[in-house]
């Protein structure tokens, strides 16, 4: 059920669906425990991970600015950071969320597994395989040509997709959920801090 974040002070606040997409996909992971899935059930999967990854950044990223803004001037500032490469939203939002005195431990597991499921998911929304050369050759005036099966769907499994459930579970305990509760950052195993000059 959508809930809104209230800021008591001003009684205005922001809508927020984050606690759906984490249920959606806490029902669906029940479901694919219980029956045998064709493989599109782990595609899908993978894609709403990575979809709750990006809302639950979006989602602290605008909490950070409308808190530091209060005027409709956020939204402006929330919008260029939504707008970025997803992959450059994950690294960038420790630092920007800690003022820059944290930043994401990439040796972390949980932090290595959401590198892996941002590129999972770019490999299938952004794929390329049409720059893919085709050898072709011509066979008693016949053109014939060989290229490589489809990879289409094939790169994500149940384990995989419990896997990364799991991982996105433990970021938002021990990042995303601080944050939306109005907690300053702190360190812990997910983070490392940025050593400055």
């Known amino acids: 059920m959508p809930k809104f974040i209230i800021d008591v002070k001003t009684n205005k606040g922001l809508f927020s669906e984050l606690d759906d997409y984490y249920k959606f996909l806490e029902d669906m992971s029940l479901d694919m425990q219980e029956i045998k899935c064709p493989q599109y059930t782990f595609l899908s999967f993978v894609l709403f991970c990575a979809a709750t990854l990006e809302y639950s950044i979006n989602q602290c990223i605008t909490v950070k600015f409308y808190n530091l803004i209060h005027e409709d001037v956020y939204k402006d500032v929330a919008e260029r950071f939504v707008y970025l490469?997803?992959?450059k939203k994950f690294n960038l939002i420790p630092k920007i969320l800690?003022?820059?005195k944290f930043q994401f431990d990439n040796k972390h597991k949980v932090i290595k597994d959401m590198i892996k499921l941002v590129d999972t998911r770019n490999s299938f929304i952004h794929n390329k395989n049409y720059?893919?050369?085709?050898k072709i050759e011509k066979v008693d005036s016949e053109w014939n040509k060989f290229s490589?099966?489809?990879?289409i769907g094939k790169t994500s499994n149940k384990?995989?997709?419990f896997h990364f459930f799991d991982s996105l579970k433990k970021l938002k305990k021990g990042f995303f959920d601080p944050i939306l509760d109005g907690k300053e950052i702190q360190a812990n195993d997910l983070l490392v801090s940025i050593i400055s000059n």
């Open 159 to 161: 384990e995989m997709c």
């Open 98 to 100: 800690s003022s820059n």
């Open 148 to 151: 490589t099966p489809s990879t």
């Open 131 to 134: 720059f893919q050369d085709l």
């Open 85 to 87: 490469p997803m992959s």
